[in-house]
């Protein structure tokens, strides 16, 4: 059997990826949209474009959380992540998930177990502060950090940088483990090789399609 620390190849997502045909739509795109999230980096450097009320308005990249606590969050982060707002969801990395090694190296029972939130009535639905505070910390867990490093490095400079690209969903009914009733499986993909540049370039694309989609 193959080691964990054993660097494979670049080929990616072909380990029972879902169809697209399955992808329902619960995740409030036009929140997602409007995220910065470099993946693998302190929370404080994620950012949302904040849209001015008015025509005539600058939009601009401010921080979701202010400061590394996350305990002063941009409104926008305190809106329902779904719709229908929802209370619990499995969430986890396409790249890591999905990625050709696991099969090669006959280590499917090593790939990373999915995120699990669940809230209490009390906690209500949960936010997209709430989503990205705690997939950042669900990246950063041992499990995860192995996985990366022997997924994509040394072929990757650890420099690289990877951002949020999009969310995918799948309904789930009574998971093995779990609570019963539906859930909703999040499949979250990236996106790298970006410079300095080409990404502040990606950055006023992605403000002016947010901006037309308000008509602005």
């Known amino acids: 059997m193959a080691d964990i620390n054993n ?102 029972d090593h790939i990373p177990k999915p995120l699990v939130m669940e809230n209490t009535p009390d906690q209500g639905p949960i936010t997209l502060a709430q989503f990205v505070r705690e997939v950042v910390a669900y990246a950063e867990s041992p499990a995860m950090l192995r996985a990366r490093e022997a997924l994509w490095f040394p072929q990757r400079s650890h420099k690289d940088r990877l951002f949020y690209a999009d969310c995918y969903e799948e309904k789930e009914v009574n998971v ?23 990404w502040s370039k990606e950055l006023e694309e992605q403000a002016r399609r947010v901006q037309s989609s308000r008509g602005d």
Do not use: C, K
């Open 7 to 108: 660097h494979p190849d670049e080929r990616q997502h072909t380990v029972a990826a879902p169809e697209p045909s399955r992808y329902q739509g619960v995740i409030r795109r036009d929140l997602f949209e409007r995220l910065e999230w470099p993946l693998w980096e302190p929370i404080s450097s994620v950012r949302v474009l904040d849209l001015p009320l008015g025509p005539g308005g600058t939009p601009a990249w401010v921080p979701l959380f202010n400061g590394d606590t996350s305990e002063g969050v941009h409104p926008l982060g305190l809106q329902p992540a779904t719709n229908p707002p929802l209370s619990r969801l499995r969430v986890h990395l396409e790249t890591i998930t999905y990625h050709d090694w696991w099969q090669d190296a006959e280590m499917l």
């Open 176 to 198: 093995n483990g779990l609570s019963e009733g539906e859930w909703w499986l999040i499949g979250i993909t990236d996106i790298a090789g970006f410079t300095e540049e080409t």
